[in-house]
């Protein structure tokens, strides 16, 4: 079995848990070739996505000449079956907010993939977010390409269901994967209920270095932390607010924010009219190691976002045994426990928030270290990158065959135990 893994853009800053998965999967004895549509090697800083980068193929760096051929050549030898694409496209384009032509540069796209995937003998593909790359391999199958699978995320694809054809997408998939029960639940909200038994629940996860980390100790030092991109749905600019009410209270503390993005010249302006730069700095994009030290100096990780899916950073921070501050969205609750090991505040308040980080530098270290230790049990037993992988390999296996055999589709649950996992995985 050879899986092809495609991805609007991979690898990616944000993007580890692919590369966790893969990495699984691997693991698990399964052959995968990565594809992504688009490239974004200057952004890259961790080691291990340069590497990913070196086996990656990247479908627009072909030229726009060779779309064209490979679509004029699908369309002379697959007549029938390119008309069937082109229909399918006009039929998800006329309803996208990215309009028809765009959709027919999927097609042609897929045209592109259509032979890789021939060359490889590729038996399934298995594209990250219910955007651009599962549209470009629904296009490809219905072209005569193998059949896909994809990973929804959120929060993009419940917002824009619709304009997305998440439907459409489903319908042809052969199975599809949430990363929490809220994604499974928005899947089913979205489509037909005779789809629902494609619809499977597999977690994003975290790798041994974050699970087998020696244990270090909750700093002395009031910090906290805030992980992600710099972009709306984070909620940063709600953060800096909240810092700015706990400065006027006379509460010492440092807040860092890791990461970049589109909203970083209105943080940072933010930050310099309410006088907050002697406690608060913004990093930049760092590597794996660095997001780990940064959450090993802090007391707690703050993730005030409004619209989520299920950040993988909350994994990795109560992995390392840092409790998590967040919001009630998506599928934050089903890993943040409040007063277990975090708290959860409505989206938007800043109240709120600010009673939250309060608590997490006032509170003695040795509450924040059982609540940290609390929290690294339960990522450990539901994030486990490994196990999640296994539970693809299980799936993928049960909707393939090889190609020389005829190809069939298993649209049933499967059911995932972690004895069949564990078997998986010495296979």
């Known amino acids: ?60 760096k072909t030229g726009i000449a060779s779309l064209l051929l490979s679509s ?13 694409s082109l229909w399918l496209t006009l039929k998800i ?10 959709h027919l540069a999927y097609l042609a796209e897929a045209c592109v993939l259509l032979d890789w995937f021939s060359e490889l003998e590729i038996t399934q593909v298995h594209a990250h977010f219910g955007t651009n790359p599962t549209a470009v391999a629904m296009l490809c199958h219905v072209l005569g390409g193998p059949p896909y699978s994809f990973t929804v995320h959120g929060p993009e694809e419940f917002d824009k269901a619709t304009v997305l054809a998440l439907e459409e997408k489903i319908k042809w998939a052969s199975f599809v994967v949430a990363i929490s029960s809220f994604g ?10 005779r789809y629902w038994s494609k619809i499977h629940e597999v977690h994003c996860g975290v790798d041994k270095i974050f699970l087998n980390q020696p244990h270090t100790p909750v700093p002395q030092q009031r910090q906290l932390v805030c992980i992600g991109r710099l972009s709306e749905q984070k909620g ?28 970083r010249p209105q943080i940072e302006a933010r930050i310099a009219q309410i006088g907050l730069q002697d406690c608060v700095e913004i990093t930049g994009w760092a590597s794996n190691t660095e997001v780990q030290q940064q959450i090993l100096a802090s007391r707690a990780l ?19 045994g840092r409790p998590v501050i967040s919001t009630y969205v998506a599928g934050i609750p089903e890993l943040v426990k409040p007063g277990i090991c975090g708290w959860l505040v409505p989206p938007g308040s800043v109240e709120a928030l600010v009673d939250a980080m309060r ?11 059982q609540m940290g230790l609390v929290g690294a049990e339960l990522v450990a037993r539901r994030h486990d990158a490994a196990v999640e992988a296994g539970k693809l390999a299980i799936l993928f296996r049960s909707h393939t065959q090889p190609l020389s055999g005829q190809t069939t589709i298993n649209t049933q649950p499967v059911g995932l135990s972690y004895a069949s996992i564990q078997a998986t995985k010495s296979s």
Not at 73 to 84: C, D, N, V, Y
Not at 184 to 193: A, G, I, N, V
Request: charged share 25%.
């Open 236 to 263: 940063h600019l709600l953060l800096i607010e909240a810092a700015g009410q706990l400065a006027a209270e006379g509460l010492p503390f440092k807040l860092v924010l890791v990461g970049d993005g589109p909203l």
């Open 72 to 84: 004029l050549r699908t369309a002379i030898t697959r007549p029938i079956r390119f008309l069937k």
């Open 93 to 102: 384009g006329w309803r996208s907010d990215r309009g028809v032509l765009l």
């Open 359 to 369: 608590d997490a530098l006032q509170l003695p270290i040795e509450k924040l270290e």
């Open 302 to 320: 703050v993730l005030p976002s409004f619209a989520e899916g299920l950040p993988v950073v909350i994994m990795e921070a109560l992995a390392l």
């Open 1 to 60: 079995m050879r899986v092809a893994y495609l991805v609007n853009q991979y690898p990616k800053v944000s993007h580890s848990f692919i590369r966790r998965e893969i990495s699984g999967l691997e693991a698990c004895g399964v052959q995968v070739a990565r594809f992504s549509i688009r490239s974004c090697e200057s952004e890259l800083v961790d080691e291990a996505d340069k590497q990913e980068l070196k086996k990656t193929r990247y479908v627009l």
């Open 184 to 193: 499974k639940s928005q899947l089913y909200r979205w489509c037909d209920r």
